[in-house]
T-cell receptor, first 114, second 115 residues
């Protein structure tokens, strides 16, 4: 079945450091890919998405590029802030079929220190 | 913020007792989902609904049932709770347009502890 693998956390960075959170997927076909973020005590919210190969999703300074050849969708940010501390989830879905429910990875906790 | 309310937000119960979690939405969205969140597993889909009286199983549906008799309410029932069902449960909703972009709106979660 479909699956998403993320790097284990926690990832601890100092403010203004560069962030990479790795995400790879296994799926039959070409899914759409997403990053969701969960701030402490809250539900998840969509951060960015990409629906086809080589698409780049971006939002709030975060970016991720859909790489079909490596089945990856790594999340990056050039300069993290303390307010970016959260759990980040990579996910996939097949939006153009009946398989629209999201499949999530296990999540990566990011801690940014001042 | 999407109008999603989960209740109860916290519950402690004993093994073998029935438990019902409620998800209430004020957005009139067609699609509703129940996920559970566990360390090391991320979020896993329990059940989902594409409309009133239209529900289907997700990847971890054993031990759970759902009902949707009104657009705004999606109930998750544990008929006989077990310790393995200790988890944080999230409800999510989406509308016809957003579901085609993969955007779900999540509630704040219900933490269930089964002793």
């Amino acid at each position: 079945g479909d699956s998403v693998t993320q790097m284990e956390g926690p990832v601890t960075l100092s403010e203004e450091a560069f962030l990479t959170i790795n995400c790879t997927y296994t799926a039959t076909g070409y899914p759409s890919l997403f990053w969701y973020v969960q701030y402490p005590g809250e539900g998840l919210q969509l951060l960015l998405k990409a629906t086809k190969a080589d698409d780049k999703g971006s939002n709030k300074g975060f970016e991720a590029t859909y790489r079909k050849e490596t089945t990856s969708f790594h999340l990056e940010k050039g300069s993290v802030q303390v307010s970016d501390s959260a759990v980040y989830f990579c996910a996939l879905s097949f939006l153009d079929t009946g398989r629209r429910a999201l499949t999530f990875g296990s999540g990566t906790r990011l801690q940014v220190q001042p | 913020d999407a109008g999603i309310t989960q209740s109860p937000r916290h519950k402690v119960t004993e093994t073998g007792t029935p438990v019902t979690l409620r998800c209430h939405q004020t957005e009139n969205h067609r699609y509703m989902y129940w996920y559970r969140q566990d360390p090391g597993h991320g979020l896993r889909l329990i059940h989902y609904s594409y409309g009133v009286k239209d529900t289907d199983k997700g990847e971890v549906s054993d031990g759970y049932s759902v009902s949707r008799s009104k657009t705004e309410d999606f109930l998750l029932t544990l008929e006989s709770a077990t310790s393995s069902q200790t988890s944080v449960y999230f409800c999510a909703i989406s509308d016809r347009d957003r579901v085609n972009t993969g955007e779900l709106f999540f509630g704040e979660g219900s933490r269930l502890t089964v002793l």
